[in-house]
C-alpha cells in the first residue's frame, strides 16, 4: 500500500510550503501531486530534501479547485490517495491512521477533523460530531461502516480531504469532482457513498480544517457562480435514484442534505442573485420531486417534505415591502403562540399585526385544540363566507396528543358550536417552522434563557474533570425530579409513525420507581409547595437556584417525546452541574448537539423499572466526568456565542411570515362547501 498526497493551489505559495515541510515529517507518503491552479507568480518546488517523488504540474490560467483535483487524479501512481488543501493542516493522528490501514481492504477511510470555527477547543462542527454519534462510529481503530449508519455519514460536510482513497476504486466506478468553482466535492462525496462496498471510519483526527468567515476563499463569494452547483446537484440525485429508488434511506439523506444546504446557501448569497437562485431551486425540485419522491417524503419524513415545498413556495413572490400579515388570535390560549412573546415580538415588526377582529384578519390562528371546539361565531363565518384560513400554531406536542389526539394529520376538522371548521395544523410534527438551526425555539421565547446559559456554562467550561469528580461526591442528593405529577394512564399514547410519546405517565412513574437514596420530588403535586406559574419573580432562575450543585443527576424527561421537541430541561441540568436523565430515539433532535454520549442518561425504550435501575447503577467513573467536561465546554460554545441566537432569531423572522403567507396562498387549503 502506497500514499499519495494531492494538493491544488492557488496563490498560498507560503501555505503550501507548509503543507509540504509537514507531509515530508510524516513520512507516509511515497508521492505528491501538486497542481498549481494559475498562481502568480508560479508555484515553484524544492524537492532536494524531501522524502517522497514530487509531480508538480501547471494550469496556466486558473480553473477552480475541481479541474485541478481532476488533474491531479490523472497524474497518481500509488494504490491510494489523499487529497488536501494548501491553506489546512494534516492532523497529528494521520500517521498512526495509516499505519492502522495497512494491508486492509477498503474502498475509502473516513476520518474526523479539527475545526478552527469550534473557538480552539478541537473537534469538529457540532452537526458532524451529531451525525457520527447517530452513525455509531466511535473508534479509533478504523471499522467497516454498517450500511444502516452510511446515510448519517453522507450527510456530514461533503469535503475531499477528510477520506483516504483507493485509487483504483475511483478507476472502477468512473469517480470524479465537479468541473465547477463552487461545491465541486459534492459529486465525489455523494457517488462515493453510493458505491463502495467498504468504508471504514475512525475517529482519530487526519486534519485540521481552517475557516475564515470573510476571507477571499472561493467559499467566501456571494455570487451566481455558487448557482452551478445545481446541475451536479441533480445528476448526484438522478444518479441515486436511478441506483436505489427514492425510498432508499441515503436518497433521503441526500434531500435532507439539499434542505440544509440550500438554507445556508440562502444566508450567503448576495440579495441581488436571490431571485435567481430561487428559480434554480424551483426548477430543481420540479425536475426531481415527483409523485412517487413526494409520497416517499411523505411516508419517510413529511416535515422534510414541508421544508422543501417551503423552497418552493417562498421568495422572490413574497415581497418584503408588502403590506403586514393580520393574524387574528383566538381562544384562551392565544398568550401562549410564537406571536405571544414579548422576546419576539421585535422579529415581526413590520411583517405581522394582530387584529381583533377575524373578519379584519388575512389567517385565524388558534393555539390548543380545546380552543378550536369553542370558536365563535364571527371566526366560523369569516371562515367560511370569506374563506379566511384557520390554522392550529401550536408550540406544544403535549396539546397535540392528549387533546387534539390526530397530531399526525396536516388538516383536521372540528366540530364547534357553529359547524364543522377544517383548521391546517403548523405544529412540530406537521411542519418544519419549529426545526431549529441551533438553538430550541422554547428558549427563544424568553431572554432569561441566554443570559442564565451563558452565566452557568461560562462558569461549567472553566472546570476540569478532577473538578466534577471532587464537586459530585458532595452532592446532598443522589436525584431531582422537578415536574407535575400526573399517573392517569391516559397520558401513556403513541405515534410510532410519527417517532411521538406522550411522556407524562411515564416519567411519573420512573420517579416513584427511584427509591434508592438521595431521591428528590420537588413541586406542588408532588410536596404541597407553590407552584411555579404563580411565583412573581423568574420561575427559572428560581429552579437553577434551587438545583445548582444541589443533585449528580437530574430528570429532564419531556412531557411528550416529539424529535424536534426540546426545552429548557436537558440544558438546565447540565447548567445546574448535573447530569441530565433524558429519553430521546436515534431521531431526535437531541443527538444532533453532538454531546458524548457518557455525559447523560438516555433511557429510551425503557420501562420505568428498568429506567429506574439504570439510574441507580450508573457508575460515577473517569469516563463520566471526562465526558461531562467536555459537553460542558460544548454547551459553553453553543449557548455563549451570540451569534448563534441571532441566527436562530433571524430564522424566525423570515420563517413564520412564509408560512403564514403560504398559508394564506395555499390553493390546496379546505375550501368553504359549495
Known sequence: MKLALAIPTHNDHAGLERLLRQAADMEIFEQVVVVDDGSTPPVEIDATNLPFQVKLVRHDEAQGPGAARIRAMSEVDTSHLLFFDSDDLLGSDLVSLWQMLQDREFDFCLFRHDDSRNGGFGGQMPEDEALWQRAGCDTTEPELVASSAVPFLARTANYPWNKIYRLDFFREHKLSFSDILMHEDMELHWKGFL???????????????????DGTRLTNRRNIARLRAFGPMQQIYQDLRDAIGPRDALTIAYLRFLDGLWHWI????????????QAHKRLFLRACLDDEQQNALLDCDPVLAESLKAHQLTAPHLQVNRAPIKVHLSGHHAKRTPLSYAALAPLFENQIVQVS????????????????????????????????PVILLSEEPFWDTIWGARPLDPVIVTDTSFGALPVRQISHQTSD???????????????RFARAYQRHFQRNATRSALEWQEDFAKRPASISYMFERRPEPYHWVTWPEGDLIGLCSWRTELAEA??????????????????????????????????????????????????????????????????????????????????PQESWVNLYGLTPEEGAEKIAQHEWNATFFEAFREAQNQLYRLFGTMDHWRAERARWAKKLPEVLEREIANPDRVKRPA
Open 195 to 213: 458505491n463502495a462496498d467498504r468504508i471504514l471510519a475512525s475517529t482519530l483526527v487526519g486534519a485540521q480544517h481552517f475557516v475564515v468567515e
Open 266 to 277: 440562502d444566508g450567503v448569497t448576495d440579495t441581488a442573485h436571490k431571485e435567481l437562485l
Open 357 to 388: 377582529d377575524p373578519v379584519a384578519a388575512d389567517v385565524i390562528a388558534f393555539a390548543h385544540n380545546m380552543d378550536l371546539q369553542d370558536a365563535n361565531l364571527d371566526v366560523v363565518s369569516a371562515w367560511r363566507d370569506l374563506q379566511r
Open 433 to 447: 417552522l419549529f426545526r431549529f438551526d441551533k438553538i430550541p425555539y422554547y428558549l427563544l421565547t424568553n431572554h
Open 514 to 595: 427511584c427509591r434508592f437514596k438521595g431521591v428528590e420530588r420537588l413541586g406542588r403535586s408532588w410536596d404541597g409547595r407553590e407552584s411555579r406559574l404563580t411565583l412573581g419573580y423568574d420561575w427559572h432562575m428560581d429552579k437553577l437556584t434551587q438545583l445548582d450543585g444541589h443533585a449528580r443527576m437530574i430528570g429532564a424527561v419531556e412531557n411528550t417525546h416529539q424529535p424536534q421537541y426540546i426545552t429548557e430541561k436537558f440544558f438546565d441540568a447540565f447548567a445546574c452541574g448535573a447530569m441530565p436523565v433524558y429519553y430521546a430515539s436515534p431521531q431526535h433532535r437531541i443527538h444532533d448537539f453532538g454531546l
